[in-house]
């Protein structure tokens, strides 16, 4: 099982970004898959989550900004950041849960993308 994050980089206040991770291993159709975020000094915090089922979860600090899907033809899950703010500023990891709702937890780490917002 692997699973590679990209698509970070340096943005404006106000702009966007979207997020890959691609899965190798297994089917992101299958598990639930959440992706996480560590900002300097701070503690690593659950952002988003899809499950098996297709239900979404976010972060109170992303909803409405951020959107997370899944393309099980590519095996690839997505973040589509809109609207960054300084504080959106983060290592992102992508994680594949245990079972298919997230309540299993996450053995599954991707190697981190880092997104830097600031003008």
């Known amino acids: 099982v692997q699973l590679q994050a990209s698509g970070g980089g340096l943005v404006q206040p106000g702009g966007a970004l979207r997020l890959s991770c691609a899965a190798s291993?297994?089917?992101?159709?299958?598990?639930?898959i959440g992706w996480f975020r560590q900002a300097p000094g701070k503690e690593r915090e659950g952002v988003s989550c899809?499950?098996?089922?297709?239900?979404?979860y976010y972060a109170d600090s992303v909803k409405g900004r951020f959107t997370i899907s899944r393309d099980g033809a590519k095996n690839t899950l997505y973040l589509q950041m809109n609207s960054l703010k300084s504080e959106d500023t983060a290592v992102y990891y992508c994680?594949?849960?245990?079972?298919?709702?997230?309540?299993?937890?996450?053995?599954?780490w991707g190697q981190g993308t880092l997104v830097t917002v600031s003008s």
């Open positions: 291993g297994f089917t992101v159709d299958d598990y639930a």
């Open positions: 899809i499950t098996s089922d297709g239900s979404t």
């Open positions: 994680a594949k849960d245990q079972g298919g709702y997230g309540d299993l937890g996450y053995d599954y």
